[in-house]
């Protein structure tokens, strides 16, 4: 059974950081690239950031660039995302996708209401607020 599991959310204040996880199963890790996706209350999702499973290839969406960073671990089948110096907009359901195809995870995260990615989490909340 293939299942993305996100894990890490929570309430923090304006500055503060979190570590989102995303771990995989059922399915080779190894063969996947990973993207992390938001949708804030009220609004489209957007792409926020995604890993390459071939070269460790890193894309970041301009609102987040220079504060969250992407990483993977294949030995735990696990990609992360260290978001710091949070801000309120940030507030969001924070869920991550998968595809065998880099060219379509990237894509996906430019154009984040398509279906290029093959399967989906089902989201962590991430709130911001003093």
């Known amino acids: 059974q293939v299942q993305l599991v996100e894990s890490g959310g929570g309430l923090v204040q304006p500055g503060g950081s979190l570590r989102l996880s995303c771990a995989a199963s059922?399915?080779?890790?190894?063969?996947?690239?990973i993207a992390w996706f938001r949708q804030p209350p009220g609004k489209e999702r957007e792409g926020v950031s995604c890993i390459s499973n071939v070269d460790g290839s890193t894309y970041y969406a301009d609102s987040v660039k220079g504060r969250f960073t992407i990483s993977r671990d294949g030995a735990k089948d696990t990609v992360y995302l260290q978001l710091n110096s949070l801000k309120s907009e940030d507030t969001a359901l924070y869920y991550c996708?998968?595809?065998?195809?880099?060219?379509?995870?990237?894509?996906?995260?430019?154009?984040?209401?398509?279906?290029?990615?093959?399967?989906w989490g089902k989201g962590t909340l991430v709130t911001v607020s003093s």
């Open positions: 996708a998968a595809s065998a195809n880099f060219v379509n995870t990237m894509l996906a995260i430019q154009d984040p209401q398509g279906n290029s990615m093959e399967y």
């Open positions: 059922g399915f080779s890790f190894a063969y996947y690239s």
